[in-house]
């Protein structure tokens, strides 16, 4: 049923109405456990009380009260998250490995189909690779930023598409909870993703994205009285859209000035939101389900409009969400071309050429393609893996544009160094990776969404220039 949008006074509106029905927007915690799951109270103490999340009681209320419950989460715990034990690391690698051979069986028919690979998914879900980025107690695997980009960079050597989707999840929550107050009803959120297997879909990019630094989105956020909001706009590219629980959508605040953004948070059965699911028909990463979002006056609480800020600020959380973004992205696309070398290497070693008495690798030209390609993937190997670690050690040394720039140059290099590698064993393998049955073709073609991520590489090498000669992207005039 379509929300009631015409709105005669507040009373029509606090507590906001859902066609025939009235929620209340109390806090954080009480929109998530009405909306999450269809509703569902039992789905919230079923799944966090057996859990004692840090002695956090949930009642039929917000989450509890009493003094002892809120000093059971502490900064320090938090914080000592950051270090990732070496052989968990090599754990949560060895596990994409199993998901990454597995999934390669099928990405393949996925590809061609165009269809989202739902199967990879509910694996995703079963072996809380899911969760990756969470502790164990909020039901994760407890990996950080460097486990994310290793483990990654493994996924997508088996399924590009499947790696890449979840990559909008993992970043996003990755980021969430680093940046996070610590709280008991951020702790419950945390445990209701993990331990409930919830997926986040993030939504940023237009069908008009101006390509400047202080972006003004056409999804926007209008307030109406004092408790609600309504969301209006069109989001593209929306990874496993069909598959989320809940939305986080970068949309505009209407009359605010400055120029301000926020983030919606939508779950998935809200009136209004529609998931347009015959818009992702691509060239490469078919099997990603990156669908439209249709947004038609959704009503929302004014509790549900997180993290506004002035465009164009680059802040810690800013850079925070940049980090996990473009060091995961980096990866995903680096797992492509490594994909690519082991398959060309297989091919070059065991194919002739008629009257050849040896295989092609035996071949100047593969010889020297073979050389510069492992180059390149060690030269955007050694980048992102240590600005990860940097980033892990050292999160305070990544300040404003300079610090946004070293890390915007470790995607800028792994996704342009990707498409040069693929290219090359392209000519190696010849005119046997442009058959369908063989996957070179694939690997041509989803190595190129990598250009299409934010930033594009025009800006990126505006951003990388310009902090490297001291100059603020946002100094007028932009030339």
């Known amino acids: 049923m379509k929300a009631n949008t015409t709105v005669t006074s507040r009373s029509d509106i606090t507590p906001f109405a859902l066609g025939s029905e009235f929620l209340r927007a109390q806090d954080y915690y009480n929109m998530f456990s009405r909306f999450l799951r269809e509703g569902d109270r039992e789905f919230w103490t079923s799944v966090l009380a057996p859990q004692s999340v840090e002695g956090i009681h949930l009642r039929s209320g917000p989450g509890c009260n009493c003094a002892s419950c809120k000093v059971r989460i502490r900064r320090e715990a938090w914080i000592n998250e950051r270090t990732v034990p070496a052989e968990r690391h090599d754990q949560v690698v ?15 028919e996925h590809d061609c189909d165009n269809t989202f690979a739902s199967e990879n998914l509910a694996r995703l879900k079963e072996t809380g690779y899911s969760a990756l980025v969470l502790p164990e107690r909020f039901g994760g695997l407890g990996g950080n930023l460097e486990t994310l980009v290793r483990a990654q960079e493994r996924l997508a050597q088996g399924c590009a598409a499947t790696a890449i989707a979840i990559n909008m999840h993992l970043f996003t929550l990755g980021s969430m909870y680093e940046c996070a107050n610590h709280s008991a009803i951020e702790a419950a959120f945390f445990s209701a993703i993990g331990h409930g297997r919830q997926i986040i879909a993030g939504a940023q990019t237009e069908p008009g994205g101006s390509g400047g630094w202080k972006e003004r989105y056409e999804t926007e956020i209008e307030k109406v009285g004092d408790r609600c909001v309504l969301l209006r706009g069109l989001k593209r590219f929306t990874s496993m859209a069909e598959h989320a629980d ?8 209407v009359d605010k000035s400055p120029l301000t953004n926020a983030v919606a948070v939508v779950p998935r059965r809200m009136p209004g939101l529609r998931v347009i699911k015959d818009s992702w028909d691509s060239l490469g990463m078919r099997a990603a389900g990156n669908c439209d979002l249709q947004f038609d006056a959704v009503v929302l609480p004014a509790k549900a409009i997180i993290d506004p800020r002035e465009a164009g600020v680059i802040d810690s959380m800013a850079i925070s969400s940049y980090a996990w973004f473009d060091l995961s992205i980096a990866a995903v696309y680096t797992g492509v071309a490594i994909a690519a070398r082991d398959w060309a290497k297989a091919f070059a070693r065991n194919h002739r050429t008629s009257g050849a008495a040896r295989s092609i690798a035996y071949l100047p030209g593969s010889q020297f393609a073979f050389a510069e390609a492992e180059a390149l993937i060690a030269q955007s190997r050694a980048l992102y893996l240590g600005v990860a670690a940097d980033y892990v050690r050292d999160r305070d040394s990544f300040q404003g544009e300079s610090g946004w720039a070293r890390i915007a140059m470790t995607k800028y290099v792994a996704t342009n160094n990707a498409i040069r590698v693929v290219d090359l064993l392209l000519e190696v ?17 989803d190595v190129r969404a990598g250009l299409n991520h934010t930033i594009s590489n025009a800006r990126a090498r505006e951003l990388i220039g310009k902090a490297a000669l001291g100059i603020s992207v946002h100094e007028l005039p932009r030339w």
Request: charged share 20%; no cysteine.
């Open 94 to 108: 060895t596990l994409a490995g199993q998901l990454g051979d597995e999934f390669a069986t099928r990405a393949a």
């Open 246 to 253: 809940v939305f986080l959508i970068v949309a505009t605040l």
């Open 429 to 445: 393998v010849g005119s046997e990776a442009m058959l369908r049955k063989n996957p070179m073709q694939r690997y041509f073609r």
